[in-house]
């Protein structure tokens, strides 16, 4: 084994970093609390920003917030190889979803630094705007808008529930950058993430090595009725959307079960009555529809299949149901080098792996758009995420850094 691959990152760092970014924004229950461009979210990337000036590493902030920490290589003329993920949380969120990638590539270039070991293409760690989509939609906006599936200025308008833009919040927070969004491609773009599910974990394997993730539809369906009294108006002459709401919903999932399991994948996050009075009969009610599946085409067939279903539910009842279309990402296949780069760098540092597609979305899905692109996953605890009580281990996140390491390695020094 050589010296450089016997280079490990320092694993009780990182885990130090890793607690020291939890506080931002830390909730009672062990969680975090880091909405997109927050005030907590400010913290964070202050955090961000400070430890990378402490390793040397230039910062540029583009117009939409997104962050890189830039450490140079030995050729000019390459361009750079991409680490990081996002800072931004759910609202009842774990303290890996996104800190992980970030803090793990902030790791990788201090245990360079520390080694003295430097690598031909540049690297840059990447903190990207808004990823989790709970306070802006849709979901990875900032890594959206840099790779061109989104509009910049329909990026900028995003407005959270208060009617705030992603625009206004980034100068509220003082992030809204000078650099032009964009316009760059990468050599390669590697992201460290949990994998929020339980796959590796049951195969008891140490590191995914993901070959692609599966696709994703976000939409608002809204049932209109019609408002009317909760006490004199008999049952038989109400049109209620919320009495259509739960033969809709039970359906959805009946059809989820019986068409598109088990790959399928039907969430209903956010519920809204209006006027949302206990005693008036709902005029409407709004969900959201969050529908996946790796397959394209099956995902196409379920959107399908849920609107055909609800509209046979709703016509009878003289329910209006309205679907509006929030966000389409159809399933990415990752690049065959660089998922290759992660599993020789698995192999160089002894850990068991299996290649996977992930369940969720992740900034990498728009950074395979403009670069070659792949990620690497560790377990977490029961496979539980997007919950307060999101868990993995020092030695798990001491693991992702080591392959983040060495691939990032391989694929800035490759000829
Ligand atoms: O929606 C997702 O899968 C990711 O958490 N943004
Ligand atoms: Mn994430
Ligand atoms: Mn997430």
Redesign the pocket.
């Known amino acids: 084994m050589t010296a450089t691959e016997a280079l490990r990152v320092d694993g009780s760092r990182l885990w130090r970093r890793l607690d020291e970014m939890a506080r931002l924004g830390a909730t009672p229950a062990g969680g975090v609390h880091r909405l997109a461009l927050s005030a907590e979210d400010r913290r964070a990337r202050d955090l961000f920003g400070a430890r990378a000036a402490e390793l040397g590493l230039s910062v540029t902030v583009d117009r939409i917030g997104n962050m890189f920490a830039r450490r140079e290589g030995t050729d000019p003329a390459l361009r750079l190889v991409l680490l990081g993920s996002h800072l931004d949380s759910?609202p009842t969120g774990g303290r890996f979803?996104g800190p992980l990638g970030v803090l793990a590539g902030l790791e990788v270039l201090e245990t360079l630094r520390e080694a003295g070991i430097e690598t031909r293409a540049p690297l840059e760690v990447a903190n990207w705007t808004n990823?989790?989509?709970t306070r802006f939609a849709p979901?990875?906006l900032g890594s959206g808008a840099f790779s061109g599936r989104f509009a910049l200025a329909d990026a900028l308008a995003s407005t959270d529930p208060s009617g705030v833009t992603v625009e206004a919040a980034l100068d509220e927070i003082g992030y809204a950058g000078q650099t032009p969004v964009g316009g760059r491609s990468f050599r390669a773009a590697l992201e460290l993430h949990i994998e929020?599910g339980p796959t590796l974990e049951e195969a008891e394997c140490e590191v995914g090595v993901v070959t692609g993730v599966q696709g994703?539809h976000w939409y608002d369906l809204t049932l209109r009725g019609e408002e009317t009294h909760a006490g004199p108006t008999p049952m038989e002459r109400r049109v209620d959307p919320v009495e259509a709401l739960g033969a809709s919903l039970v359906r959805m999932y009946e059809v989820l079960a019986a068409e598109f399991a088990p790959e399928g994948r039907l969430t209903h996050g956010v519920l809204e009555a209006r006027p949302a009075s206990r005693n008036t009969v709902p005029g409407e009610v709004r969900i959201s529809v969050?529908i996946?599946h790796p397959d394209g085409e099956r995902l196409e067939s379920m959107a399908a299949r849920l609107t055909s279903e609800v509209a046979e539910i709703c016509e009878p009842r003289g329910i209006e149901a309205v679907w509006a279309h929030i966000w389409r990402s159809p399933p990415v296949r990752f690049d065959d080098g660089c998922v290759s780069a992660v599993a020789a760098a698995a192999r160089v540092c002894g850990y068991s792996y299996r290649e996977m597609v992930s369940?969720?979305?992740?900034d990498s899905v728009h950074v395979a758009d403009i670069a070659p692109t792949a990620m690497i996953f560790v377990p977490c605890e029961d496979g539980v995420s997007?919950n307060e009580s999101e868990r993995i281990t020092p030695e798990q996140a001491e693991a992702g850094a080591n392959v983040l390491l060495h691939a990032a390695l391989a694929l800035a020094n490759a000829r």
């Open positions: 759910q979803d990823e989790e989509g979901a990875m929020q994703a969050d996946r369940g969720a979305g992740h997007h």
